[in-house]
């Protein structure tokens, strides 16, 4: 495990990616960097830790390399030291995983997020290269266990193979099964980070260190204030905020995540959410009435504490 100081306590937020309408952009669509920047130093300003760029929420596999890199750049300008900035580094191949991360390691990240090889169903001999060629790049890795999306499973024995690369410092676990929170910490020697919101509560009082989230985007102070409380030992009154936020939470764990915390942060109006690109459209009008219902009885609540 790497020695190099890397704090992962606390909340860092998978950022979504606003866009502005333009019909010479690819879809019609062009980042908007003034308000993404705008919206990761609102997220520091309420507490979490730091910022994720370039993770699916941020839809990452839809833009240019011109525009992955400078979302990069945006959020290190914006956050300024105040946190840390984990980018997504993923690729199909490590050669793909290391230049994003040679680029992150130039632009300022502090980490990186690396999933397993994507698209391709890699075997273990393969997961493991791709591991290793971005260790060689020098910066704190954060593995990101999805098997429902990469179709590999970095289950606890594979996770403490890579976590002896000495810059393999974390794992964002996805897997959906709480039982692998301490399975991890008995057989490898990384912190272990809740990757789901709908399991937030029971992923930090296992044993999680940190949270790496989707939902604060729309709601960073209480995310915030739930991952206090549970750190603090506070654990019923952590359960009772928890249990107001996890129905909205739950959409995280959904095909249609990323349209949800868009439209939660809209509903919320605290930053800008706004469209996807392809290959997400808009959300179906049964979905959109239900993310509105979470959203705004989630809203409801907070006002009324």
Known sequence: MSTTPFDLGGVVVATTLPFTE????????????DRYAEHCSFLIDN?????GPNG???????LTDEERRRVVQVAV???????????????????????????AAEDG????????????????????????RVNEVGLPIMAYNNPFDTKVD????????????????????????????????EVADIDVIAGADDLLFES??????????????????????????????????????????????RWDSRTEFVQAIKLSIDIAGHSKGGRTRPPRGPLSPEHEAQVRKDTEKALSYLASR
């Open 154 to 185: 970095l289950t606890p024995d594979l996770v403490a193979e890579i976590a002896q690369l000495e810059n393999v410092v974390a794992i964002k676990e996805f897997s959906g099964d709480i039982r692998r929170v301490l399975e991890i910490k």
């Open 109 to 132: 990240a502090d980490g990186v997020l690396l999933l397993p090889p994507t698209i391709y169903r890699a075997n273990r001999s393969e997961v493991v290269e791709h591991y290793a």
């Open 56 to 62: 699916s929420l941020g839809e990452y596999s839809s």
């Open 204 to 249: 930090l009082v296992a044993g999680a260190v940190g949270w790496f989230a989707g939902y604060p985007n729309a709601f960073p102070r209480e995310a915030v204030e739930i991952y206090t409380l549970v750190r603090e030992g506070r654990i019923a009154e952590a359960r009772e905020l928890y249990s107001h936020l996890v129905a909205v939470f």
């Open 22 to 33: 333009d019909e010479s952009a690819p879809a019609g669509l062009t980042v908007d960097y």
């Open 77 to 103: 300008e914006a956050v300024g030291g105040r946190g840390i900035v984990v980018a997504g580094v993923h690729g199909v191949g490590w050669h793909q995983a290391q230049h994003w991360a040679h680029l």
């Open 47 to 51: 507490g979490c830790r730091g910022v």
